[in-house]
Each structure stands twice: as C-alpha cells, then as structure tokens.
C-alpha cells in the first residue's frame, strides 16, 4: 500500500514568487491535514480536510495560504506571494474516515516539503 | 490551548547505551498520545501510541513508552540504543479538539 506522497521534496523560490505544495494521501483517507516546521521548531497544525471540505483551518497563518482538495483526493497548498518566515518544512497527513478517536486517529504523514524562501 | 514539551533538543549516546527521551503536556482532559520518528530523508513514522488501557506500551524496534497521567508524561525509553536509531523523536498529543500537536524534537545521535 502506498503511503503519504508529496511533492515536490525541496522547493526553493525567491520572496514573492508563488509556490504550490502536492499532497497525495494514503487511498481512502477521507482526512487530510497539513503541517508546518519552521526552524527547526514544533510542527505545527495548519488545516484539515475531510473529503473536500475544509474542517479546520485555524491553523493558517495567514490569506496568503490557500488549500484545496477538489473531489476529496489529492490536496494543494498553494503560497502566494512566498514570504521569507514561510521557509519550513510542510508536512502532509492522512488518516481514515469515520470517528477521529481511537484506531482511525492515527495520522500517517509524508516525508514533507522543504520550502525555502530567499 | 494544549501544548507538549520535549526537554532534550539533541541527544548524543554511545552503542548500546539506554535511551529515556521526555515529553510532557499540558491537558486535562482525555488525551491520545504518540511518538513518531523521522529518520534522515525520510517521511514521520508512528513509533508507538497509547489510547487508553495499560499504560506501558510497546512499539517498534524495540521502543516503549510510559504514560503516567499523575505527571503527564509520555516518556519513551529504550534498553539499549543502536546507530540506526539516530533520527528525529517527536512527541505528540491529540485532544480531540484539533489535529495533533508536536513537541519541539528530539534530534539523537548514536554513535557506533
């Protein structure tokens, strides 16, 4: 079974270009979340799709963050313009549907995006 | 809002030497714990988890670890280390409010 893809595994771009991020999940996850590590730091929670729709997206930093999941598969995240505070690693991960307690609360994460902006 | 703390940033061990890396949170309510670990240029693996139950568990390669609600801790620990165990050691808790949050890392060298 394949796991967590994305891609691409190292972006780098200069401030204010735009930049979108792929997250393939693992087939039949109807959850989808990303993260973000920056500097080194926690990771931390950004927004999470069930299916299509966006469940929480407290998490965003910012309007120049846009994710999409259009038909409940892959998911984008999309930065525009990039900024330099937006250089960190960005974690995709999915888990199954249903109840997010007990044995289907577990997340299943990507190997991550490198972003660096300059 | 809740948050985890992992107290060792970087952990340099010889061969064979025993491993105790903390994580504690801050939550009073139910709580799911994890540890995952990245290894270089790799994607974050589940380690262990607890849901409720025994509160030792055991995980992969040899790992375990040991909730102890009085504490809040999750320390996870392991007998004797070896050099493929060099990674990255993430503590993480989920609440049920939100997705997870992540402790800082744990980055452990071991040294052959």
């Known amino acids: 079974e394949a796991g967590v893809t994305q891609f691409p595994s190292h972006s780098v771009i200069e401030k204010g270009q735009t930049v979108t991020l792929r997250c393939d999940p693992i087939s039949g996850h109807d959850n989808l979340y990303w993260y973000r590590r920056v500097m080194g730091k926690e990771i931390k929670f950004l927004l999470h799709?069930?299916?299509?729709?966006?469940?929480?997206e407290s998490g965003m930093p910012n309007n120049r963050f846009l994710a999409e999941r259009t038909g409940g598969t892959y998911s984008t995240l999309k930065v525009q313009p990039a900024e330099l505070e937006d250089s960190g690693v960005y974690f995709c991960a999915s888990s199954q549907s249903g109840s997010t307690s007990g044995s289907r609360n577990i997340q299943y994460f990507g190997a991550g995006t490198r972003l660096s902006v300059l | 809002a809740q948050s985890v703390s992992q107290h060792n940033h970087h952990v340099i061990l010889s061969e064979a030497a025993s491993l105790e890396l903390g994580c504690n949170y801050s939550y009073g309510g139910t709580v799911n714990l994890f540890w995952y670990v990245q290894y270089p240029g790799q994607h974050l693996q589940l380690l262990l988890k607890y849901f409720s139950g025994d509160p030792l568990v055991k995980g992969i390669k040899g790992f375990e670890a040991e909730f102890i609600k009085s504490k809040f801790s999750f320390n996870l620990r392991k007998p004797s280390v070896q050099w493929s165990d060099t990674a990255e050691y993430f503590c993480?808790?989920?609440?049920?409010?939100?997705?997870?949050?992540f402790g800082s890392g744990t980055r452990l060298q071991v040294q052959p």
């Open positions: 993480a808790v989920y609440t049920g409010r939100r997705a997870l949050t």
């Open positions: 799709f069930v299916k299509e729709s966006k469940q929480d």
